[in-house]
Structures are given as C-alpha cells and as structure tokens.
C-alpha cells in the first residue's frame, strides 16, 4: 500500500514566516537535540467522505507526543489512527509531535475530501439484492438471511473495521446464495475501507451452515480482512482466528481469486467444508497459513494455485471418509496437525507426483485402513514425507500404516518413527494383508524401524530403494516376501535387514550386499502335501541374533555354496560384540512332530559359526537332525565355535561329507 509523504521541517511548512523564525527554530532543534522530526503519511489516492483515512507518523523520530486536529472540529492523540470525515471539503490536517510540552513539532497540510461515493450496507439481507459495479461501504456487519446477494464484476466493497459480511443465518432460509463472479478486467475488490494495508483491518466473509452449496467466488480480490472477532466470544482467540475467509459445513466455489494480508488464514473451512472448485487463486502475506481444512476435503484443493512463500496448507479433522481422492500438487506443503485415520468405507488414495506432506508433530500419522495408496512420484517430481519441525530430527512423527494396497514410486519418507501408544516405532508400517509395492524411493533418518514388513508375506516389488539411517533395523521383513526384493536396494546406518516369519511357498533369498539377519526363527513348514523349498544362493551372509534359529519342519532347505562364494551362518554382529552369547541352531525335523518332512535339504559348501546355545538345550547343535524323514545333505561345510556340538543327530541320519570342525566346545557331532 502506497501512501502520500509529508516530511516537512517547519522552515518549508506552507505557513508564512519571517526568515529569522525559521532561524529561531533551527537554532531551538540544535538545543534540544532529542526533539524529533515531524512528518506523516496517509491514505494515497481520491479521498472520500465516509470513507476511513489511515494516518501514520512513524516516520517521524520517536515522541512521546502524537497530536492530531483534522480540521473538523475532531482530535485525537497517537502514532497510528484513522480518521472518517462525514461531508467533502478541504481540511486542515495539523500534526504536533515532541517529547516536551514546551517543544512540540508541528506540520501542517490541506486536503481535498470529495462527495461519498459510496452506497451504504448494514445489517439483514433479506431479499434478493445486486451490488452493481461502484464503490460500496459496509458500516455494520452485513447477513445475507432470508434472500441472496449477487455482487456484479468491477465493483469495490469496502469494510469499515471489524466489520464482515455473512451468508446464512440459523433464523433464515436453508439456501443462503451469495455470487461475487468478476471477471479478468473487473474484478470484484474486497478491501478495508481506510485502504490500509494493516493485516486485519476488517473482518470476515463467513459462509455459515445455512449458505448454499452452490455459492461463488470467482476473480474476487481480498485484501488485509482476517480481524480475530467476537462474534463466538467464548471461544478461545485461535477458534475465532476465521480468516479473511471463513466457511462452516458448507461447500464453495473459489477459483480465480487472490488473499492477501490476512492477519490469520487466508481461508478456514470446518472439518465437513469443502470447495465446488479450487483453482487458479494466489495467496501471499497472509499471517498464518494459506488455507485450514479438514482432511475429508483435503481433495477439493485444485491445482494450479500459487502459494509461494507462504506458510503450508493446514489440515486438521481424523477421518477421511472418502471413497476415492487425489490430493493436488501444491506450490507448499499439506502441513498434517494429528493422527489420520481412514474409513471402512475408503477405497483408494492418489497422491500426486511433487506432492510434499509435512507432519506437524510427534503424533502425527496416516493410518490406511483398508483403503489402498497410490503415490506415484517421477525422478523430476518426487513425493515426499517429512518432518513439520524448523530443524527436524529423527521421530518427529509417527508413520504411515498401510494394510491394503501400497503402491509407492520416488517417494522420500523421513523423520518419522515416533513411538506410538504401544510403543512401536516405524516410518512404514505394512499390515499382515498388505499388497506393498515400493520403488525407487528413499526412508531416511528414522527414529525406529524404517519399513516394518515382517507380517505381511504380499511384498509385490521392491527395487531401487534407499534405506539410510534409522536407530532400529533398516527393514524388517517377512521371510517369504524377500523371494520379491530385487537385489538394486541400498540399507546403510541402520541395523540391518532383519527377516522372520513361516515359508508356506518356494522362496529365494538372493546375494545382497546387506546380511540377512533372523531375529527369532525362520521356519519352512507347509500345511500340506507340497513341501516348499528356501532356496539360498552362493555368497549370502546370514547373521543370527542370539537365541535365534532356522527350522525346515515339512519343507526343503537348499543353501547351495560355492568354494569360492560361501554360503555364512554367523551370530549377529552387534551381538557377537557385546559378547551376548550364542544363535541356537540349523533345525531339520521337530521334536513334536513325528512325521517331519526335510524332503531332499542340501548344505554345500557353507561356514556355520558360533551357533548351537546352550540355552534351551545342553545338548544342542550348531546343525541339529530330529525326527527328520529325509535326512539332509551336509557336506564341505565348516561348523565352527559352537557353545555345544557342531551336528546333533537324533533319530535321523544325516549324510555328512567332507565338513571341517574347528573350536565347538562339546564335540563336532552327537548321534542320540
């Protein structure tokens, strides 16, 4: 906002004095050198009877005196005012500043006030009524109640402070319509009525629940509205923060508009308020955020919106309840405030490509349900999950929880990880029926378990990822679903790439450049007559945690090494550091199953180290042989430092060919 300068020391105010005064002052301003200089701004342009003026003397050097006479009989004291002259004229603007009494400043200066130009509004709508193009003043809050407003391209509605327009009212009709349409070359001009460019200046357009659905705004300028009002004064100052625009459990069509200066946001809307349409409108300056929605709307945000420079899209409210939606590309973030959850009834979320979703706090989360995701990013126009916070860190929010379809492509997830209420601590979290595809993306510095999919056997693709960086595994996986994990993924700074769980179906673990670390038991068991095999290629690095074993109950193990490309059985290397025992074992057959199936196993060629605890059994095996029908093939294999035997065989008779032992305390083998 541009504003007239009148700097003028009192040797060039327009008042006629003799040389010598002007002398006299100068001499008085070099005596008392902490009196300031005197000057003003106001409003800029056409003045207008009726019309607020804004006068500031900020300009001049701070005073402890700010004395104004505008030359209509009224006065009044500070630094910043504003000022409404009630007929035109010309007046007197006479400005005295000082920190003295006895020494006060003064500048002077006539203007000219033209004849009100403005057609007045206050209070009920009640009929139907067209603002036609022209200047319009609302001196008193305005409420469209029982018929509609339509308000025609190229007009300007002014507001006096803390004055609003309102459409709907509870003691009205349902249908509350209101039409603001301008066009390119007129648009329609909301703005205070003193033209200050003060955010806040006015107050609100509020669409109450009795406003049509069918209300519009399009090519509507709003400037500096968004005054915190009373009209809830119970609530607290932030529920009464409406925005410039406000609308409550109804729907609007915005498209084409600009907010500027809103000393709150620049639109508010209630959990179940959404847009017809939302495209083409700029928001800049606006005190807090662009736009505040529930998140059951979030999907009526267009695209084609600019935004720079302002602050995220807030999005507040639990559910979603939609069946399907596409949440837009934005020029800023969608800032998430809470834990969301979606409904039963939800089938299916699309995240567009460059979309960035930021995570407000620790308990902020996306909980699917059993609606699917789709975030499909592009190498040029990524995905991306992050941290709220200025200076993120590691669990700054919780996760996201997928337990349907998950399809995600060039996504970056980072910062989450938060621990929730039973303390799990995950950035991507698969349920036991997730259908999880992901690809060329990153999870970063997460405060747990980076991709937690150790209940879930429907890992569809995973290709191209990057783990780096988490105080927990990098991924912990079902032991099945690695058969659908190509070998281009990357886990760095993390614990590792944890895997557990029963194979039912043949499954692959191919050589990687990560070990595969079991945490309890991988088992190959089969309910039925088919025996499904684990198949293990030459140069794969198994580390077991401690305590942790390997069962082939009704299936087949083939961990086929080379001489050159081994296959290894270690313990867990954090745990052979803090020297916190053994791994329990290499089982075929189980001692509660009499009719255990092993089928054709094969071990060539492989190093089993530091196994066989003695935990659960004193006399246990690095290799343990029970109750084995098809006893298994073991042969160039070194079974070394075991806690007890190197191969137990118990009522099974494995063929054991050209194995080295080395270091097992008890002995190198037990027949039983």
């Known amino acids: 906002m541009k504003f007239f300068l009148f700097k003028l020391s009192i040797c ?20 008392n050198s902490s009196d300031p200089e005197v000057c003003f701004e106001m409003t800029e342009g056409d003045l207008y009877a009726e019309m607020p003026l804004f006068f500031n003397a900020s300009c001049s050097s701070p005073a402890s005196y700010y004395i104004w006479d505008f030359g209509d009989g009224k006065n009044d004291t500070g630094e910043e005012l504003s000022h409404t002259y009630a007929i035109e004229g010309q007046y007197t603007v006479t400005l005295s500043t000082g920190n003295h009494q006895d020494s006060l400043k003064t500048i002077k200066k006539t203007i000219e006030i033209l004849p009100s130009p403005f057609t007045k509004h206050s209070g009920f709508i009640d009929t139907d009524e067209i603002w036609e193009e022209g200047l319009h003043l609302i001196t008193g809050t305005v409420t469209v109640r029982n018929g509609s407003l339509t308000i025609l391209p190229g007009a300007e509605v002014y507001f006096s402070t803390n004055k609003s327009l309102v459409i709907g009212h509870e003691n009205g009709i349902p249908d509350a319509m209101f039409s603001a349409e301008g066009t390119v070359d007129k648009p329609i001009i909301f703005m205070p009525a003193n033209k200050s460019d003060v955010p806040g200046s006015w107050g609100v357009i509020l669409f109450r629940p009795q406003a049509s659905d069918a209300c519009s705004m399009e090519y509507c300028q709003i400037s500096y509205g968004g005054q915190i009002g009373s009209t809830d004064f119970w609530l607290d100052e932030d529920r009464r923060a409406f925005g410039s625009i406000y609308v409550e459990e109804t729907r609007l069509n915005f498209q084409h508009c600009s907010v500027t200066g809103s000393k709150t946001y620049g639109i508010r809307l209630t959990e179940n308020a959404g847009f017809t349409g939302f495209a083409h409108n700029t928001f800049s300056s606006n005190l807090k955020n662009p736009v505040y929605i529930g998140i059951d709307q979030l999907h009526t945000l267009d695209e084609a919106n600019t935004m ?25 973030p969608y800032i998430i405030e809470n834990e969301v959850k979606f409904a039963s009834s939800s089938k299916l979320l699309t995240i567009s490509p460059g979309t ?25 126009e990524p995905i991306l999950f992050t941290s709220g916070q200025e200076v993120p860190a590691r669990g700054d929010w919780m996760g996201i929880y997928v337990r349907a379809k998950c399809e995600m492509e060039y996504c970056t997830i980072e910062y989450a990880g938060a621990p929730t209420f039973n303390n799990y601590k995950h950035s991507i979290q698969a349920g036991s029926e997730a259908a999880v595809s992901i690809n060329h993306s990153t999870i970063r510095e997460s405060g747990g378990i980076a991709l937690a999919m150790e209940r879930s056997k429907n890992l569809v693709s995973m290709k191209n990822n990057t783990i780096d960086g988490s105080d927990s595994w990098g991924i912990t996986m079902h032991a099945q679903a690695v058969t659908h994990m190509d070998y281009n993924n990357t886990i760095i700074n993390t614990k590792g790439f944890l895997v557990n769980g029963s194979i039912d179906s043949n499954t692959h673990w191919i050589k990687r450049d990560f070990p595969y670390v079991i945490d309890y038991e991988v088992s190959v068991n089969s309910q039925d007559a088919s025996l499904p095999v684990l198949t293990i290629d030459p140069g794969v690095e198994i580390q077991l945690t401690t305590g942790s074993r390997i069962k082939i109950i009704h299936g087949e193990l083939h961990a086929e090494g080379t001489q050159e490309l081994p296959i290894s059985f270690d313990l867990f290397e954090s745990d052979k550091l803090a020297q916190t025992g053994n791994w329990n074992s290499i089982l075929f057959g189980f001692e509660y199953d009499w009719h255990a199936n092993t089928g ?5 060629y492989c190093t089993i180290s530091n196994g066989g605890s003695s935990y659960y059994n004193s006399q246990n095996g690095a290799i343990y042989c029970w109750n084995s029908t098809n006893s298994p093939l073991i042969e160039h294999c070194t079974i070394s430092n075991s ?7 118990r009522n099974s008779s494995p063929q054991i060919n050209n194995c080295t032992f080395t270091g097992n305390q008890l002995d190198d083998t037990l027949d039983l």
């Open 308 to 332: 720079v420079g302002e602050h995220g899209i807030l999005v507040h409210s639990y559910w979603f309840n939609q069946e399907s939606a596409t949440w837009h590309k934005q020029d800023v």
């Open 643 to 649: 806690e007890t035997y190197g191969i137990v065989s």
């Open 600 to 604: 054709n196993s094969v071990m060539t």
């Open 12 to 31: 060039t105010a327009f008042l006629t004095f003799l040389v010598s005064s002007c002398e006299k002052n100068e001499d008085l301003t070099d005596q």
């Open 356 to 380: 960035e979703i930021q995570f407000a706090d620790r308990w902020a989360s996306i909980d699917f349900g059993s609606a699917s995701l789709k975030a499909i990013g592009t190498s040029a």
